[in-house]
Structures are given as structure tokens and as C-alpha cells.
């Protein structure tokens, strides 16, 4: 069945490293996909999405580009902040209206 | 109020007892999720309601589980005879007309059920 993959972590950054969290979907059709974001004690909300083949989506300082040769999204950020600690969810809508979510990545980020 | 509201934001229930949570959408928001969100796991989607359609329940993982959504607004998940793997968070998330399909979801702060 169509799925979502992304890397386990956590993902423990110095303030202003690069980040890049990976994901990949299985290619059944041609998905929306997207990257939400869940901060400590709030709920999750859309940190940004691209919805064809070689879009770039951004926000905040991050990218993700639908790479349909690979079937992947890897989230990025150049220079990562203390207060981009947070859960980073990857997902995907395909011909339905359910938004299947991968496993989250736990990002923490220290000055 | 402004966002999606869930209550209660804690619940702590012995094995075997039944539960409800609640989700109030956003005004005018027409679609409504259910997920779910285990230690460890993605989150697993539930249910679905939008309008007035038939909901999309192939989420359930039993049918232990059901769902209502009263006058197209509130909804409540009802789990019967809880386990121990019932406990999770339980999300709810909305989406305003023309957001069917966008995947642009507005989530609540979820449920946290223990089942002891």
C-alpha cells in the first residue's frame, strides 16, 4: 500500500548547522506531498508542500523538492535555530483524501 | 474559537471501560479527521467525515471504534471496552471547503488516552 518513509531520529544539531531530514514515498501515482511540523505542547501545522513533480515548497527557511525520479522530499534549512526544535512530519495525499503520514523525526536543536 | 478543540486533553481509563473524545473543527471548516498517534508510530489515520457524505471508516482498527460528527460540526470517537494498545493521542484535524483533496489539515492538540 502507499506509505511514507522517513528517517528515525532524533537529529541533534548545533544552532546554525545544516539540517536535512529524508523522505521518500512510494510512487503510486503522483502524490501531493507535504511536511508538517508538531512544536512542543502545540498541534501539528503545515510547514509547507509541493504538489508536482520538481516543485519546491518553502517556509520559514526551509525547502523540500519533489524529486519524482527518486520519489523523495528531504526537508532542508540552512542554518537551523534553537527554536526549530520540534517534530517534523513527512507525508503524502494520493488519489484519496487521506493524508498518510510517516513516522515523524524529532529534531532538537542546542545553542 | 479560533482553532480545533479537543477534549479532554488527558484521559486515563481502566481496561475495559469505555471512552469519548470530542472535536469541535473550525467554524466552517466541512471536512474533519480522525488520526491516531502511538509512541513510536506516524500517525494512523482513523476516520474521515465531509458534509454530508457517507464517512470514510476503512481506518478503524475495530469495531471497538466508532465515530459521529453532530450537524456537520462536533465530533466524538468512541472506543468500547478499551485495551491497553488503545492508549495513544488521539488527533483530530479539519479542512475548509475546497480544502478536500489539498492535504492542507488544521489539527487539534490532541487527546492523550492511557489505558491502564
Known amino acids: 500500500g502507499d506509505s511514507v518513509t522517513q528517517m528515525e531520529g532524533p537529529v541533534t544539531l548545533s544552532e546554525e548547522a545544516f539540517l536535512t531530514i529524508n523522505c521518500t514515498y512510494t510512487a503510486t501515482g503522483y502524490p501531493s506531498l507535504f511536511w508538517y511540523v508538531q512544536y512542543p505542547g502545540e498541534g501539528l501545522q503545515l510547514l509547507l508542500k509541493a504538489t508536482k513533480a520538481d516543485d519546491k515548497g518553502s517556509n520559514k527557511g526551509f525547502e523540500a523538492t519533489y524529486r519524482k525520479e527518486t520519489t523523495s522530499f528531504h526537508l532542508e534549512k540552512g542554518s537551523v535555530q534553537v527554536s526549530d526544535s520540534a517534530v517534523y512530519f513527512c507525508a503524502a495525499l494520493y488519489n484519496t483524501d487521506k493524508l498518510i503520514f510517516g513516522t515523524g523525526t524529532r529534531l532538537q536543536v542546542f545553542p | 474559537g479560533a482553532g480545533v478543540s479537543q477534549s479532554p486533553s488527558n484521559k486515563v481509563t481502566e481496561k475495559g471501560k469505555d471512552v469519548e473524545l470530542r472535536c469541535d473543527p473550525i467554524s466552517g471548516h466541512t471536512a474533519l479527521y480522525w488520526y491516531r498517534q502511538s509512541l513510536g508510530q506516524g500517525l494512523e489515520f482513523l476516520i474521515y467525515?465531509?458534509?454530508?457524505?457517507?464517512?470514510?471508516k476503512s481506518g478503524l482498527p475495530s469495531d471497538r471504534f466508532s465515530a459521529e460528527r453532530t450537524g456537520g460540526s462536533v465530533s466524538t470517537l468512541t472506543i468500547q471496552r478499551t485495551q491497553q494498545e488503545d492508549s495513544a493521542v488521539y488527533l483530530c484535524?479539519?479542512?475548509?471547503?475546497?480544502?478536500?483533496?489539498?492535504?492542507?489539515?488544521?489539527f487539534g492538540e490532541g487527546s492523550r488516552l492511557t489505558v491502564l
Open positions: 467525515f465531509q458534509g454530508n457524505s457517507a464517512p470514510d
Open positions: 484535524a479539519s479542512s475548509p471547503p475546497g480544502g478536500r483533496g489539498t492535504g492542507e489539515l488544521f
